[in-house]
């Protein structure tokens, strides 16, 4: 369980790189990621990690292998051209490490004339970012 202070360092740390953090979700938000197309999010995700210091596998997933998984739901794409990220940072000894995930791809924001903001802009509105 994590305490109070170190809480409170996490809060401060986040608040101290929002800038930084803004900047990624925008650039994020800018990269296409329809699903079938999400190489380029992942590897400005991939690039990212590793400026953070971060170990990154790329690799793409064996279907035959995950259709062996009980949680496994059928789909119709194939993998091929679509590698997955894994990015960790370990822990100091016996440290706990941190590995982080995500689903980079989005479905189609069609039909685009429908929003109030271009859904590939990543345009910031006060203390919002659209996209």
């Keep these: 369980m994590i305490n109070v202070e170190h809480k409170k ?33 992942q ?6 990690c590793r400026n ?26 194939d993998y091929t051209g679509r590698e997955n990220i894994i990015a960790e940072l370990r822990g100091a000894a016996e440290g706990r490490s941190l590995i982080m995930g995500s689903d980079i791809d989005v479905v189609s924001p069609e039909p685009t004339p429908m929003w109030t903001h271009d859904p590939w802009g990543g345009e910031v509105v006060g203390d919002r970012l659209y996209g």
Aim: overall charge negative.
């Design 52 to 77: 953070l210091g971060l170990s990154v596998e790329m690799f793409t997933p064996d279907k035959n292998t995950i259709k062996t998984h009980t949680a496994y739901t059928p789909i119709d794409l």
């Design 43 to 48: 590897k400005l995700y991939a690039e990212t």
């Design 9 to 41: 360092q996490i809060f401060r740390k986040v608040e101290e790189s929002f800038a930084e953090e803004t900047d990624l979700l925008t650039r994020l938000v800018k990269t296409r990621s329809i699903i079938g197309y999400e190489q380029n999010a």
